[in-house]
Each structure stands twice: as structure tokens, then as C-alpha cells.
Antibody, heavy 115, light 108 residues
Framework: EVQLVESGGGLVKPGGSLRLSCAAS????????MNWVRQAPGKGLEWVSS????????YYADSVKGRFTISRDNAKNSLYLQMNSLRAEDTAVYYC????????WGQGTLVTVSS | DIQMTQSPSSLSASVGDRVTITCRAS??????LAWYQQKPGKVPKLLIY???TLQSGVPSRFSGSGSGTDFTLTISSLQPEDVATYYC??????????FGPGTKVDIK
């Protein structure tokens, strides 16, 4: 069974940093591209970042470019999102998702940026 | 960047009604279009991928069509459990993998 479990969310002050993790199981992690998607409270879904299976291709939404870094460790079956210079508008539930045409998403982790 | 729009932004229909939601891409995206259903407090659920392929386990009352720039999600007979917000998303073409703004569906 495919499982994606996010962790690392929490309360952080504006300008602070946080590192999200996504532990994957039930599939050959190293064979799939992975994604981060977020949803601010009461708002719609926003694609954040994607990384190819071997980390050769990395993409970011303009809203996070230069502040967030996506990475993966295929030996540990894990996906990461390093978030720096956090702003109030980054407050959201962050989901990790496998390739978008398979429907595998984690349960999400809440990031709150507030003083 | 390619923009995704949806219409209507919300709708109210009776149980058993046929419901259609439209998604439009600002440029052609072939058939790289997915539809999701999200209920409050829940993870988005993939309904349709490749514009018209029904995800395993999704009821057959859901269907998708379209290619290029214009796409539709149809619920052939609306059920109470279909109350949710529906999102389209372009994927697999060049990033960003943008979501539409969503369509909120409820029961009249």
C-alpha cells in the first residue's frame, strides 16, 4: 500500500525557517517524481514544487522561488522541503504527492507563520 | 505561464441533476488535465486524469472530457455525497502545474 506521511510542520515566526519531510513507503520511491502542494486556510490548492526521480529536474512556483528548496533522499525514501524566509502568506497545509496522475497524496502537515 | 480557470465558481443543484463544471487553459495542454474532489478537512481525491480516464474506485457517474484548452467534468446524477469543491489541474506538461480556482458544489 502506498503511503506518504508528512512531518515537520508547526508554528514559526515570520522570517524563520522550517524543514518539512515526507516519508514514502509501498512503492519504489526512486522511480517517481514527487511534488509539494499547499492549501492556505479556506483557499484553493497551490502547486509549490516538483522534483524528478533522480533530482535532475527541479521546479518551483514563483511564489516560493529563492526561498524554498526541494530535495529527496532515495536511499531513505524521503522527500524534503526546506522553507526559509517564511511569510504569513506561507501559512497552509502542505501536502506531498506522487506523480499527479496516480492520486497518491499524504495527509498534510500544517505550517503556521505568525508572530 | 498557463492559467487555469473554472466555471462556475459555485453551483447548487438537486439530487439526481446532471452537473457540468468547465475548466479552461489559457494555452493548449493536450490531455494533461486532472480533476480532484475535496471535502472539507479532507485530502483532495483524484477523480479523473488524462482528461477523461476515471481513477480506479471512482463512481461511474463522474466523467471527464476535452482536450487542448477546454475541459469538462460531468456528474451524471448528483448525489448528496458529491457535495465538495472540485479542482482541475494541468500536469505533466511544462511547470507550473497549476490548479484551477475550484468549483463549490452543494445540494439545493
Amino acid at each position: 500500500e502506498v503511503q506518504l506521511v508528512e512531518s515537520g510542520g508547526g508554528l514559526v515566526k515570520p522570517g524563520g525557517s522550517l524543514r518539512l519531510s515526507c516519508a514514502a513507503s509501498g512503492f519504489t520511491f526512486s522511480s517517481y517524481s514527487m511534488n509539494w502542494v499547499r492549501q492556505a486556510p479556506g483557499k484553493g490548492l497551490e502547486w509549490v514544487s516538483s522534483i524528478s526521480s533522480s533530482s535532475s529536474y527541479i521546479y518551483y512556483a514563483d511564489s516560493v522561488k529563492g526561498r524554498f528548496t526541494i530535495s529527496r533522499d532515495n536511499a531513505k525514501n524521503s522527500l524534503y522541503l526546506q522553507m526559509n524566509s517564511l511569510r504569513a502568506e506561507d501559512t497552509a497545509v502542505y501536502y506531498c504527492a506522487r506523480d499527479f496522475d496516480t492520486g497518491y497524496w499524504g495527509q498534510g502537515t500544517l505550517v503556521t507563520v505568525s508572530s | 505561464d498557463i492559467q487555469m480557470t473554472q466555471s462556475p465558481s459555485s453551483l447548487s443543484a438537486s439530487v439526481g441533476d446532471r452537473v457540468t463544471i468547465t475548466c479552461r487553459a489559457s494555452q493548449g495542454i493536450s490531455n494533461y488535465l486532472a480533476w480532484y474532489q475535496q471535502k472539507p478537512g479532507k485530502v483532495p481525491k483524484l477523480l479523473i486524469y488524462a482528461a477523461s480516464t476515471l481513477q480506479s474506485g471512482v463512481p461511474s457517474r463522474f466523467s471527464g472530457s476535452g482536450s487542448g484548452t477546454d475541459f469538462t467534468l460531468t456528474i451524471s446524477s448528483l448525489q448528496p455525497e458529491d457535495v465538495a469543491t472540485y479542482y482541475c489541474q494541468k500536469y505533466n506538461s511544462a511547470p507550473p502545474f497549476t490548479f484551477g480556482p475550484g468549483t463549490k458544489v452543494d445540494i439545493k
